[in-house]
């Protein structure tokens, strides 16, 4: 992702359908931290997407691109809550968030984000033996829901680990938390 602002702001829109692709989920999520409609934490996570697109030629790196789409995030979340005027309150109380809640939302969904891509790069079996593993399931579960030794199981944990170890580094203790 080095160089997809880059492209970005030369236009090439196969880079941005990247860029879309692993940011939506996240800003849909992101959202609803702030909105109870799933469907209007959508709409804020595409409006956002494309108001970076509009203003793409304004980037020079990932780092300044993520922190707009969080920013615009927020933004148009806490617009969203002033126009439903049956929840004021509500946006008093947002608004009064301080800046440090806001950046523990925004390094969560990072944290997410990489910890997802980095398991979503694993072969197969191990990858559906960590998300199964992330869902709270136990070596015996899931070697029964994959149709393998329990053994088996736990040497693909063990093995995926060290790839996840290798992969993530000095973020590895973030695999924790997710």
């Known amino acids: 992702m080095s160089n997809i602002a880059r492209d970005i702001r030369d236009g090439n829109v196969a880079a ?23 469907e209007a934490c959508k709409d804020v996570a595409q409006e956002t997407l494309v108001s970076y697109w509009e203003h793409r030629a304004e980037f020079d790196d990932i780092h300044q691109v993520r922190g707009y789409l969080y920013t615009v995030a927020r933004n148009r979340c806490l617009n969203q809550l002033k126009r439903e005027t049956v929840n004021a309150e509500a946006v008093e109380t947002i608004r009064r968030e301080s800046d440090e809640a806001f950046e523990e939302n925004y390094l969560e969904q990072e944290t997410y984000r990489l910890v997802r891509e980095t398991v979503d790069a694993l072969p197969p079996q191990m990858r559906s033996v960590i998300r199964l593993s992330m869902e709270g399931m136990t070596n015996p579960e899931i070697a029964r829901r994959m149709g393998v030794a329990e053994g088996t199981v736990h040497a693909t944990k063990k093995a995926a680990y060290r790839k996840l170890r290798d992969a993530l580094k000095e973020h590895f203790y973030l695999l924790l938390l997710v």
């Open 16 to 38: 941005f359908k990247e860029l879309f692709e692993d940011y939506y989920p996240v800003l849909c999520v992101f959202a609803s931290k702030y909105l109870s409609d799933g």
